[in-house]
């Protein structure tokens, strides 16, 4: 086809005076346009040019107003802050890398510290209270003060610390205590502590043989008990090197009387009244423990051959029973710790070891001894890190008696907590209500599911009361302080699903989770469930061990693992998919029964006969004679061939369809017939080749290898460079090279130059070369960062056959628009790694014949993306900008039905942009190319239901995690970002991938594998945060002055806001108290304006395959370009400012930078006026033009106009070409010459 210009007057164009065609705002330029100014040929004017101007800016202006969302005012400004705000909330799980643990009798607290540092005191649930040291320490020993709420720590670096629990803002937290001296006091070379029975000091032991006598209250040291005095009444023997000071224990009775054990076996028994030595005892084994009968008369040593010998504290000759090794006469491990309680039946020994080395010495076990008849050896799969007994006759209301009255054994494993009932028969465990280890086997996926119907929640309950029959009914004993925060009225739940098959239920509604039931898949596999099973010591095995506690590392088979969840609460329906293709369905029962199981296998690749699966086989069903328990019980199995691993699910229980992804392609089941709907496989011939037995599958993976590797490379570089460099000058800080910029791994740049859509059949805009990436910004000279300011930069082309691009990443049902706009219909869309978007449109039955008539799916459209980017969702927006509503919800009255009378949305999130087109036609409306500006990646996304408390009001919007940590909130309206928060560390990779978002706003995320952290976005009252109280004795606590003015109040860890208002100046509000590092995206969006929406040509490839009048199949592409402008008016004023301020710096002095600044500019635009009509010439000299041809021009063009566009580069531009240094002399006359030099890129003046 011709050019319009060439039809009209056959001549080339000249435009008589600068003009860029790619500019943000139209007045000024446009309207000289529009006036009708001298177009002029070789043969005079021609009357019809006035005519064609306007109607070319005409149509420009049309797509300037189409294309950009409109900007939001204050108003939308103050919405923000009552909607977004970024809070950590509270820890689930258990604590990681445990190593210390404490308990208070009096006020029923449990304190653990961790090998990070970090303390963490629970009681009653729904209280508890966390800190952390300062710097890499760890805690080694933690030591109450009872009933005072006060703990004192003890940390690797030999620094003790004191710390109170105490109120603040109506909730208690932990804090440290500030000492008179800055630094905290350290006991050099310290091995072991033990607190006074009176709790007034704390005795210290160190490698050298002294113990330090310590002020509880105030951490100054009162004491020094050297060696020397200890031991001078010790038989020479012993005097030559008793050792470390490896235990101390304190008389229960006599607070004065220390004994003090040395690491070679001396005993001495010491009186801290008298600072003498009253006793000394000899052993003959090296010292392991030391521990006090009830009565102070009498005490047990453990040693390191594992045995245990009874002593007298007033005879020194010999003990009062000879040394007892409970498991010998063959060599045994050390006993570690040992207690005495006393019964009102026989004295019990609880100690932790002395296990025969050569049959049991891997075992990490707890030996409970009472008399000849109670014996139990509990058996834990992790290592033992301490444990502790709580007694009855410790309690602060408990009367006089002379026995301990054991309550309950505390066992701390390393990777769990264990807590044995000792008050009733056969000591069974009790249930936590908190510190559950999450992680019994390695956490695969999750699931989180808001406002639980009550019946549901009731069924869960009472499955999971009918599992813990085993367990202790008597109540927890942990129950010192009180939970302030109220009843919670929605009940939510948190899905886990296991490597070992199992998918497990989290009471999430409050601060504390709590397990409600546990699923397992291995039934169907005909694999036993040993999760359930509950040990009992056997009479003939000796020792006669119990296997305690839930952790189990290992899984008996790798394919059983859970790689989706999908769980309809209002229909009671749950689907689990895993590693193996298997894809099964659960129904909610209440009674125990025989289901009909049926499996309905499904081969993805039945069109490609070629192709060979390598990988793992299916797992066998067992479907006949299997009895299942109330609870989730499984109705029908989709076995999936090529048995590759699930990579998405979907479920719509309205329609009872299920949809399936792997990376070879999908399957959708109708569960209520049972049968297979569709299929359909995703790979292209390059990739069925690569999977075959070609060589090509070598060389995929070894190129695949090499990649891997250098990235990995790259990354070490980049951690290792920061620790090393040292604070350099500030002058230093503003180089380019200092400037970290994130790369942008794979990808293709829609702003790069483009390729056109091919007219065949499934033709698709081909990529193109990567532009250039712009000149990197100088760092921001106030933070001191490193930090650029946003701007748009290369992203690396991404191979159009990638093997992994066929891989299925998103699955979505919804009623909407699809074949035309007056009826709406059942789909399914379907995204994969590469870009390419199926839609389905999907016939459903009524109810009434739902049994009897089929499911039909046919294939309605295809999208494929140019950025050839992962899909990773898609959600329908109606036209009032709310998210259809999920099966059954407008049904039940949980949310409106969505509007069906004005026109819907699809909003597709890959990992580099959101994308909105318009349905049914697939018109683009918004984007925003997030990889483009910053080089972040998104990982997780969720649509996002916001409210706000002062009223009804709420909105939906899209919550992202990106592959740098940053949680963003993007408005579904306008795609405009409205909040960032910096929450995890970019290096945290299981962080990010485990990441699950709610509804409401908030998050779960692994930051261990053994603990959740939960965080929220929304400003809406939550009860994840702990609010709780601890009541303490009058005079504990001095009262606080009183503040001369009201300080705000500070969030937990709740970072600031920093709002940019909605103008065209850059101002800033200042931070808001307590809080740091969240920026609240203004409407302006200036940085969305310039790259995301400026001078942008997307080429995209949408192909209908459904007819809109009657259905049939055509082959018909439609090429979608976008094209925006940008104004050099709003650059170049951005411009001037920030190069007066550059030269300013730069030469200490005030100059003005508004006439280079024009000088620049106006060069700059001769050269796009040059370009533009060079390209008009050429075009129409032409009588056709192809695609590729005008897009190429066009990208020239957009190149030279990327000064215009971005006042930074413009201002660099300025900088490079004029360098103004300004020299004061003063001669010895105290004349005063100035001399100026100026220097430019071509020479100096």
């Not at 109506?170 to 006074?196: D, H, I, N, Y």
């Not at 592409?1117 to 104004?1127: A, D, G, H, L, P």
């Amino acid at each position: 086809m011709s050019h319009p210009c060439h039809r009209l007057t056959g001549r080339a164009l000249h435009y008589p005076f600068n003009v860029s065609p790619s500019h943000a705002k139209l007045p000024g330029w446009l309207c000289k346009l529009t006036l009708g100014f001298g177009w002029s040929g070789e043969g005079g004017e021609n009357p019809s040019w006035p005519l064609l101007t306007f109607w070319w800016a005409h149509s420009i202006m049309l797509k300037f107003f189409r294309k950009h969302p409109p900007k939001e005012g204050e108003e939308r400004e103050r919405l923000k802050k009552e909607l977004f705000r970024f809070q950590k909330c509270v820890e689930h799980g258990f604590p990681t890398k445990p190593s210390a643990m404490a308990y208070d009798s009096k006020l029923q607290l449990l304190a653990i510290g961790t090998k990070s540092g970090v303390i963490r005191v629970f009681g009653a649930p729904g209280f508890e209270v966390a800190a952390a040291h300062e710097g890499d320490v760890s805690v080694t020993s933690i030591f109450f003060i009872p009933e005072e709420g006060r703990l004192i720590t003890a940390c690797s670096d030999s620094s003790l610390h004191l710390w109170e629990i105490n109120t603040k803002d109506g909730s208690s937290v932990l804090e440290e205590k500030e000492m008179e001296s800055a630094e905290a006091p350290k006991v050099k070379g310290m091995s072991t502590c033990s607190m006074s029975t009176d709790s007034s000091s704390l005795f210290v032991g160190t490698e050298g043989g002294n113990v330090h006598v310590i002020d509880a209250k105030t951490l100054s040291e009162t004491q020094v008990i050297t060696m020397d005095v200890i031991i001078q009444n010790v038989p020479e023997d012993f005097k030559v090197n008793p050792g470390a000071v490896e235990a101390i224990a304190c008389n229960p009775v006599n607070s004065d009387k220390v004994l003090i054990g040395f690491n070679r076996g001396l005993i001495v028994l010491w009186n801290a009244k008298d600072s003498t030595p009253e006793a000394t005892f000899n052993a003959t084994q090296q010292l392991e423990s030391l521990t006090w009968g009830r009565s102070g008369e009498e005490f047990i040593s453990a040693h390191n051959d594992g045995s245990y010998i009874t002593w007298e504290a007033k005879n020194t000759s010999e003990p009062k029973e000879p040394a007892l090794t409970p498991y010998g006469p063959f060599p045994c491990k050390a006993i570690n710790k040992l207690l005495w309680k006393v019964t009102k039946n026989e004295p019990m020994v609880v100690f932790s070891g002395g296990m025969p080395r050569a049959s049991y010495g891997d075992r990490h076990t707890v030996s409970i001894m009472q008399g000849a008849d109670n014996h139990v050896v509990a058996d834990l799969t992790s290592r033992v890190v301490d444990f502790l007994i709580i007694s009855r006759a410790d309690h602060k209301d408990a009367v006089e008696t002379d026995r301990d009255d054991p309550q309950a054994l505390i066992i701390l494993a390393e990777e769990e907590l264990v807590v044995l009932d000792l008050e009733s028969e056969g000591w069974p465990a009790f249930c936590l209500p908190y510190l559950n280890s999450v992680h019994s086997s390695a956490i695969t996926c999750a699931q989180h599911v808001s406002n639980v119907p009550e019946s549901l929640w009731q069924k869960i309950t009472d499955a999971g009361d009918n599992q813990n029959k085993n367990f202790s009914k008597a109540d927890w004993p942990i129950n010192g302080g009180r939970n302030l925060s109220p009843a919670p009225v929605i009940k939510d739940l948190l899905l886990t699903g296991h490597e070992d098959g199992t998918v497990r239920f989290w009471d999430a509604s409050t601060s504390s989770l709590h397990l409600m039931y546990k699923l397992s898949t291995c039934p169907v596999f005909g694999i036993r469930d040993t999760t359930l099973d509950v040990d009992s010591p056997d009479e003939e095995e000796w020792p006669p061990f119990r296997k305690v506690g839930t952790f189990d590392p290992f899984s008996d088979d790798p394919r059983l693992a859970i790689q989706k969840l999908a769980l309809c609460a209002l229909s009671e329906t749950l689907v689990a998919a895993g590693s193996a293709g298997q894809v099964l369905i659960f129904n909610m029962e209440r009674q125990e029964r025989e289901q009909d199981l049926k499996e309905v296998k499904v081969n993805v690749m039945a069109d490609h006969e070629g192709f060979v699966w390598k990988g793992h086989e299916a797992l066998t069903c067992k479907i006949d004679d299997l009895k299942y328990a109330a609870g989730f019980q499984p109705t029908c199995i989709m076995q999936l061939s090529p048995p590759a691993a699930c990579t998405a699910l979907a479920l719509h229980s309205e329609w009872q369809l299920v949809a399936a992804g792997t990376g070879q392609g999908f399957a959708v089941l109708d569960y209520a017939q049972k049968k297979e709907v569709a299929t359909r496989c995703t790979l292209n011939p390059n990739d069925l080749t690569g999977t075959s037995d070609s060589a090509m599958s070598r060389r995929k993976s070894l190129k695949k290898s090499l990649r891997e590797s250098f990235r990995r490379l790259r990354r070490r570089r980049s951690e290792k460079r920061p620790k090393e460099e040292k604070p350099k000058k500030e002058a230093e800080k503003t180089e380019p090279g200092n400037i970290e910029e994130t790369p942008a791994a794979a990808g293709t740049s829609e702003e790069g130059a483009a390729a056109a859509a091919g007219g065949g059949e499934g033709a698709t805009a081909e990529a193109a070369a990567p532009t250039p990436a712009p000149a990197p910004a100088p760092a921001s000279p106030a933070g001191g960062s490193g930090d650029c300011k946003p701007e748009e930069r290369q992203v690396e082309a991404r191979s159009a056959d990638d093997s992994l691009a066929s891989m299925v990443r998103s699955l979505y049902f919804a009623d909407t628009f699809i074949v035309n706009g007056a009826s709406h219909s059942p789909s399914l869309w379907v995204g994969t790694n590469g870009g390419h978007i199926f839609v389905y449109s999907l016939t459903v039955p009524p109810s009434d014949k739902r049994t009897s008539d089929y499911v039909s799916c046919l294939l309605a459209k295809e999208i494929r993306l140019k950025h050839h980017a992962p899909v990773l969702s898609m959600a329908v927006v109606d036209s009032k900008n709310n998210v259809l509503p999920d099966a059954f919800e407008v049904i039940n009255e949980r949310a409106k039905a969505a509007d069906m009378e004005g026109q819907h949305s699809i909003i597709i999130c890959s990992e580099e942009q959101l994308k909105a087109f318009s349905l049914p036609a697939l018109k683009p409306r918004w984007k925003n190319k997030i990889t483009a500006i910053d080089g972040a990646r998104l990982r997780k996304i969720q649509f996002v239901n916001f409210r706000r408390d002062s009223d009804n009001y709420n909105e939906f919007d899209i919550g992202c995690l990106t592959n740098t940590g940053d949680l963003r909130v993007y408005s579904v309206s306008t795609l405009r970002r409205q909040l960032t928060s910096s929450s995890l560390r970019k290096e945290d990779i299981n962080g990010i991938a485990s990441f699950v978002f709610t509804k409401d706003g908030q998050g779960f995320y692994l930051q261990s594998p053994s603990e959740f952290a939960r965080v929220t976005l929304s400003t809406s009252a939550t009860n994840a945060t702990p609010k709780c109280e601890l009541e303490l004795a009058e005079g504990l606590r001095p009262l606080p002055p009183e503040p001369e003015e009201p300080e705000q109040p500070a969030a937990v860890e709740t970072p600031a806001v920093e709002v940019t208002p909605a103008s065209e100046t850059g101002s800033q509000e200042p931070e808001a108290a307590g809080e740091a590092d969240v920026t609240v995206t203004s409407a302006d969006d200036s940085n969305m304006d310039q790259s995301a929406m400026s001078a942008d040509i997307t080429v995209d490839s949408v192909r209908d395959v459904i007819a809109e009048n009657d259905g049939t199949i055509v082959t018909s592409v439609r090429t979608i370009t976008q094209t925006t402008t940008s104004t050099v008016s709003e650059s170049s004023a951005t411009a001037t400012q920030d190069v007066q301020q550059a030269v300013t710096v730069t030469n200490g002095i005030k100059e003005d930078g508004e006439d280079a600044v024009t000088d620049v500019l106006r060069e700059t635009q001769h050269e796009v006026t040059t370009r533009t009509s060079e390209f008009v010439t050429r075009t129409s000299e032409k009588t056709t033009h192809s695609g590729e041809e005008v897009i190429k021009q066009l990208s020239e063009m957009k190149m030279t106009t990327a000064v215009i566009e971005d006042p930074s580069l413009l201002k660099q531009k300025v900088l490079d070409s004029s360098m103004t240094t300004t020299t004061t002399t003063t001669n010895a006359d105290g004349e005063v010459t100035t001399t100026t030099t100026t220097t430019t890129t071509n020479g100096t003046d």
